[in-house]
């Protein structure tokens, strides 16, 4: 008998099969499809753009449900993906059954899965982002035997007709209320829409940026997952997006994930938080309570590739408008605990014994709670013109190169800072520190530097390599902060250009 209670699981699907997800088979699919009167499977995958393309099916009988489900169906690679030429490109997508969810915005009841890319040869394609983070995650434990597990912050602007009444306070709308946030409903209706298609969701907030501008108002919010495996947080993200943006359509309001939209407002972060796990169990912190050598290697790892891990979490040129001091972004190479002017963040763990909940409740008796399962640590650089699957598959590939390296625990050691070190009386300490790249252009000369470990032990394929630094390439941006800077006009047109990245 399963010993898993699944009553208040928001997927349906889950929750009427009474399975872990990882387990569905493709009878538990077909056995939910004919008892839940549903008529469509879409099939779902990213493309280059990181966006998701749905391929729909009307089912018409057994036969054929079960035909789609174990043979998938021929897709156009090279209009998906820049590196597939058209001459080879067919490709199968197979469905993913774990992923399986009820589509909450078909006009017919339809079931939802994400797929997998397979070549002529049946084998898994293994140049394209989904893949290439699978790669990632089994060669990180082969070398540590360890778990990568990874969750996302998710920041938006949400653009809605303004309010005379209860303004809020420009670019102090940090975990505002109603009715001086306008959009905490929007966002709670997205939060469980997430949850209902298979997300963890961890919380939601309003977020710092908030302004007003020509009778619209722009409102910053945050939905934060909870740390899954790697591959899965990669799926959550994706889905979240387009659930955000269909919301965000069917209710009259506008959605941007854009790093910057305007100049002297917070720009949009995709922070990526990660730990390590062994048997189930976070090895974040010693016995002591103190960051383990493990997670110490693993920030060894991001310090080391960081110049080049821009080059997939900031993939258009205002992406580098938003790596700027004092604007709770990072752009130098450096480490600390719960600091925001560092690129990698330690935030606040609960590393201690105390039962806080039986202070603040002294009705409540004492309980014992197990203080390392919430440690993680953070990546503040990224935005959403990520490939999720691309940038997580990077940082694996980091924390996989922490633990290869000898001297580790020295550059975690020779990197941590514990000032703000945009603060003008810490310009010594400023000056030892790398720098981020400062542009496309200059992301791809990192990549390019770093491309071998990359490609190491077959993770990222040359091909993928190439795309995205002639991708990058061929922003011509070198100049493009400056000229921007000087020409409001040109700041405005590439705010439109990338208004719908990633």
């Known amino acids: 008998m399963n010993a898993t209670d699944y009553t208040l699981h928001r997927n349906q699907v889950v929750k009427w099969l009474e399975k872990d997800p990882s387990t569905f088979t493709r009878e538990d699919i077909v056995n939910y499809i004919v008892n839940n009167d549903i008529t469509m499977v879409n099939f779902m995958y990213p493309a280059a753009d990181g966006r998701l393309k749905t391929l729909n099916f009307e089912i018409n009988d057994i036969d054929y449900l079960n035909t789609i489900l174990t043979m998938g169906e021929r897709v156009d690679g090279s209009s998906l993906f820049r590196h597939i030429e058209a001459g080879n490109s067919d490709l199968y997508v197979i469905p993913r059954y774990p992923t399986a969810f009820e589509d909450p915005f078909s006009t017919e009841p339809a079931l939802n899965m994400l797929c997998t890319f397979f070549d002529k040869s049946g084998r898994i394609l293994d140049s394209v982002p989904n893949a290439t983070l699978d790669k990632a995650c089994r060669e990180f434990t082969e070398v540590t035997g360890l778990e990568f597990h990874a969750m996302g912050e998710l920041e938006y602007y949400v653009i809605g007709d303004a309010e005379e009444h209860f303004p809020a306070t420009d670019q102090r709308n940090y975990h505002e209320s109603e009715p001086f946030a306008k959009f905490n409903d929007f966002r709670v209706r997205c939060m469980d829409t997430i949850a209902r298609c298979g997300g963890q969701i961890k919380y939601g907030h309003s977020e710092v940026g908030n302004f007003t501008l020509d009778g619209k108002i722009y409102e910053q919010n945050e939905i934060e997952f909870l740390p899954v495996d790697a591959r899965q947080a990669a799926d959550q993200l994706v889905i979240a997006k387009w659930v955000i943006r269909n919301m965000a359509r069917r209710e009259g309001l506008d959605v941007t994930f854009a790093p910057k939209i305007t100049t002297g407002k917070a720009g949009s972060g995709l922070h990526i938080h990660m730990r390590l796990m062994r048997d189930g169990r976070n090895v974040m912190l ?3 309570l103190q960051l383990s050598d493990d997670a110490r290697r693993l920030i060894a790892g991001m310090m080391e590739l960081a110049p080049s891990i821009t080059a997939f979490g900031n993939a258009n040129p205002t992406s580098y408008f938003r790596l700027v001091p004092h604007q709770e972004a990072p752009t130098n190479v450096c480490w600390g605990d719960r600091n925001r002017s560092v690129l990698v963040r330690v935030p606040l763990g609960w590393n201690t014994r105390e039962d806080m909940s039986a202070i603040a409740n002294p009705q409540q008796s004492p309980t014992t709670v197990d203080p390392t399962t919430k440690q993680t640590v953070e990546i503040r650089s990224a935005d959403c013109s990520a490939d999720v699957y691309q940038l997580i598959a990077a940082l694996a590939v980091a924390a996989r190169h922490g633990f290869e390296m000898p001297d580790a625990l020295r550059v975690a050691s020779d990197t941590y800072v514990d000032v703000n070190i945009h603060d003008a009386a810490h310009a010594d300490r400023l000056a030892t520190l790398a720098t981020l790249p400062v542009n496309c252009a200059d992301s791809a000369s990192r990549l390019e530097q770093q491309r071998d470990i990359y490609e190491s032990k ?38 439109k250009e990338y208004f719908y990245c990633g």
């Open 286 to 288: 010693d016995d002591n």
């Open 458 to 495: 077959g993770v990222f394929s040359p091909a993928m390599i190439d795309s995205v630094i002639t991708r990058l390439r061929g922003y011509h941006d070198e100049n493009l902060a400056a000229e921007a800077k000087a020409d409001p006009a040109l700041m405005a047109s590439l705010v």
